[in-house]
């Protein structure tokens, strides 16, 4: 009988970029189902939100431009895919592969709508829709002051990770308004131009709770607020 430990270091480690690596879990896929490496001996590892510097977001939807990616991933679980991810559930790439795996070699899964995988990824695909929805109209800016300019900024918790969404679509809808927003997560900066991804302001030491001032004090402090991105 094999121990935990030895289980565990047999086990692909495939690690992504961040917790809502869409394109590189779709390549990574890709590679592992061209090289029939099974789900069970499959472990993702997504980077922590904290753990990925600062990023220029691209506020066009995501694509895949792997043509190997678009041949063996049907397109409807492409799109599912793409909302699964930003689910909270740290399983959701594991379900996300054995599922694929299972569509590719089981052809009729696709019309088994009692499946329990399958079923799994359309609620949480919808439980993030709703949070998107629920986040594109309870999102409210204000104003503050910080190191005397005024920046319209706005503070909120998603239940999953939606943020970087619903930031994409508020700076398409209307890019001529630039704001801040932050979240537990990370924290997003649109400035005309650019939708710029930064780790999420730390806590306060004490563990209460964030007013307006401390949300100012800490943001003065942070280079990638004033960081000019280029054109």
């Known amino acids: 009988m094999r121990e935990p430990f030895q289980e565990w270091m047999s086990l ?3 690690a992504l970029s961040h917790q809502v690596d869409i394109s590189g879990f779709h390549s990574e896929a890709t590679r592992l189902l061209a090289q029939q490496v099974p789900p069970e001996t499959v472990h993702w590892c997504p ?3 904290q ?3 600062e990023e220029d977001l691209d506020v066009r939807r995501a694509a895949i431009r792997n ?3 678009r041949a063996i991933i049907p397109q409807s679980f492409i799109r599912m895919s793409e909302l699964v991810v930003l689910h909270r559930d740290p399983r959701r790439f594991d379900l ?3 599922s694929l795996w299972r569509l590719v070699y089981e052809p009729d899964l696709k019309n088994d709508f009692g499946d329990a995988d399958l079923s799994r990824l ?3 695909a919808q439980a993030v829709r ?3 929805q629920k986040m594109k109209a309870r999102l409210e800016f204000r104003s503050l002051t910080v190191l005397g300019e005024t920046v319209a900024i706005a503070w909120y918790e998603p239940a999953h990770f939606v943020a970087e969404t619903v930031g994409a679509w508020f700076a398409k809808r209307n890019p001529v308004a630039r704001w801040i927003l932050l979240t537990p997560d990370r924290s997003l900066r649109w400035d005309g131009t650019h939708l710029l991804s930064a780790p999420a302001l730390a806590p306060m030491a004490d563990g209460q709770a964030m ?3 401390d949300r100012a004090r800490a943001l003065e402090a942070l280079p990638w607020l004033w960081r000019t991105l280029p054109g």
């Open 12 to 14: 692909v480690q495939v």
């Open 47 to 49: 980077a922590p939100a």
């Open 51 to 53: 753990a990925v510097e």
């Open 67 to 69: 043509r190997a990616a």
């Open 96 to 98: 996300l592969y054995r």
């Open 122 to 124: 359309r609620q949480m």
């Open 130 to 132: 709703r949070d998107i």
């Open 211 to 213: 007013t307006d001032q």
